[in-house]
């Protein structure tokens, strides 16, 4: 471990869905501008292994990382706002913790004591916190500690901050983010549930140096110095969390109200340079000031929760303001187009982006959104299952292969355009057992996604079991659907285009887990800037 890392833990009290991982982030994004190296960790109290395995229901996006992880979709907010990749180490869950503690008894690592909570479900978790700062020469990492506290799945989490709090007394440093409700009725901001949040942390043992208190009103200094008095919290660490219109708003805010400075004294940190963020500040500019507005549909089957298509809609946003578009973003559920009627849903659209997904649940009404897309020459982007789909479409209606379809949903169909990859079929387990993580891709030049990238070798994150059926390839190629992107190692069909037609891609792989506000995709920014132009017709 370098011996200057210092550990900055994130703890949420009252209720849960404050922002921990907004917070964590912009905090980040503050120390980084002042040229500090830091990561963020998110530690998750729940027992499956990650969330690979969990619906988008549940948990929302599984977001995938460079190294293959299937994580929380807050660490698609910390490579977002830091523009830095994350790793398997960046996210543990109980799961996880416990069963590297459960191998490592079976193989008697433990010389013969009783495996207990305190310490070695304890020491595991520090061991993992601590593994970032030997991994990488970090100066900071903050961990997000996943539920409220009160919880009795986080209990191990808190006992584990406690200790090191008081291993490493001078680089540690507790976070408390709390809120501070409206009473209309009584016409003001109410502080008890943060000091009964608070004291639950003081009876495990842990003083939080700095609350961050979510609020709908301004907090005056009458109530910043209510919150301090009742929670040992100095005045200048209590610190305003206004609801924001955008997340990207809040480094800023956070900015304002010196949080980061706050951070840095209380870690005997030196202030360096003030935070360069022209360039955010320049992102936010253009976001708010767009010149035109545009329609995209998103057809998918988890549209009520839009958490589930978290790393697309943020892409859209980063593309947006590339093109100095407002993206009007119309979240279309597959299940509800049904044959015939794209038109109804799709009419007004610029735009058609079909997303990724398992299961044959809204597969009909993707292809038929595709089909629309395709006739009507609407720009259209396919991601993951939304290319497979695409391929299904081409099939049927192009090459009159009525029953094809992909063996995920139909394993006896005749015409197999989808089918399963060779490594998937001795696969028995499901966490964790896709094609994941980042693999090459080779572009054909003169394609729109060569065009799109501006080079042709790329890297891009997957996270699938089926495949296009190479078998296929010729028949698709003379019909007008080409292959434009492969992995020359596996030969696996990465992208494919129809090329008589004005924008038409579909992706194998996952670009949206890339776009970062520095980098905003650019096969987001092609497909937007596509819509425009098709806008302008
Ligand atoms: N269900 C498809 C597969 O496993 C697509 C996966 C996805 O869209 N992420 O290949």
């Known amino acids: 471990m370098s011996k200057s890392t210092k550990f900055i833990f994130v703890t ?44 988008p229901y549940e948990h929302g996006e599984c977001y ?159 109530i910043r110095k209510k919150i301090a008095r009742f929670t040992n919290v100095s005045i200048n660490a209590v610190i305003e969390a206004k609801d924001a219109s955008s997340i990207y708003d809040v480094p800023i805010l956070m900015q304002a109200e010196e949080l980061d400075v706050v951070v840095l004294d209380k870690l005997g940190l030196s202030k360096r340079n003030p935070p360069k963020l022209d360039n955010w500040k320049n992102f936010l500019d253009r976001l708010k000031n767009p010149k035109c507005e545009i329609n995209i549909a998103l057809v998918g089957k988890y549209v009520e929760l839009k958490d589930s298509y ?5 892409a859209i946003i980063h593309a947006g303001v590339v093109n100095n578009a407002k993206i009007k973003v119309h979240w279309i559920q597959s299940d509800n187009i ?15 982006l079909v997303a990724p997904g398992f299961g044959s649940r809204g597969i009909s009404g993707k292809i038929e959104a595709i089909r629309y897309a395709r006739e009507q020459k609407i720009p259209f ?29 139909d394993p006896d169909t005749t015409h197999p355009v989808i089918s399963m990859m060779e490594e998937q079929k001795k696969v ?11 693999y090459a891709c080779q572009l054909k030049p003169g394609t729109r996604i060569a065009a799109a990238y501006q080079v042709d070798q790329i890297t891009e994150r997957h996270r699938h079991r089926y495949e296009f059926n190479n078998e296929y390839l010729n028949s698709f190629k003379e019909a007008g659907l080409i292959a434009t992107g492969k992995n020359s190692e596996s030969g696996l069909v990465e992208a494919i285009e129809i090329k008589e037609h004005p924008w038409f891609v579909g992706v194998q792989f996952h670009p949206e887990y890339k776009s970062t506000v520095d980098q905003p995709h650019p096969l987001f920014c092609a497909f937007i800037h596509a819509a425009l132009t098709h806008s302008q017709l």
């Not at 978290?310 to 943020?314: A, L, P």
């Not at 387990?429 to 980042?438: K, S």
Request: charged share 20%; glycine share 10%; hydrophobic share 35%.
């Open 12 to 55: 949420g009290g009252v209720t849960s869905s404050l922002g921990k991982g907004i917070i964590s982030a912009s905090l980040a994004k503050l120390l980084q501008s002042r040229g500090y190296s830091v990561t963020i960790q998110k530690l998750d109290p729940y027992i499956n292994i990650d969330p690979g395995t969990l619906n």
């Open 64 to 222: 995938v990382t460079d190294d293959g992880a299937e994580t929380d979709l807050d660490l698609g907010h910390y490579e977002r706002f830091l523009n830095i990749p994350t790793s398997q180490a960046n996210n543990i869950t109980t799961g996880r913790i416990y069963k590297n503690v459960i191998e490592k008894e079976r193989r008697g690592d433990y010389l013969g004591k009783t495996v207990q909570v305190i310490p070695h479900i304890t020491n595991e978790i520090k061991d993992r916190i601590q593994e970032l700062a030997k991994n990488q020469d970090f100066d900071l990492i903050i961990t997000e500690i996943g539920g409220t506290v009160g919880d009795i799945e986080s209990l191990p989490y808190i006992e584990a901050v406690r200790q090191m709090m008081w291993e490493y007394e001078n680089d540690c440093l507790v976070i408390h983010l709390t809120l501070i409700p409206y009473l209309s009725a009584a016409g003001e901001l109410k502080t008890k549930p943060t000091q009964h949040s608070v004291k639950a942390l003081l009876e495990l043992g842990v003083q939080p140096d700095i609350l961050c208190c979510r609020t709908e009103h301004p907090l005056d200094l009458e």
């Open 310 to 314: 978290k790393s697309i809609s943020e």
């Open 338 to 352: 049904s044959t015939g009627k794209a038109r109804d849903f799709l009419q007004s659209m610029q735009g058609i």
């Open 381 to 409: 982007l396919g991601i993951c299952l939304g290319m497979q789909c695409a391929v299904i479409e081409y099939a049927r209606n192009v090459l009159g292969l009525t029953d094809a379809h992909t063996t995920e949903i």
């Open 428 to 438: 028995s387990n499901f966490g964790g057992t896709m094609r994941l993580g980042a």
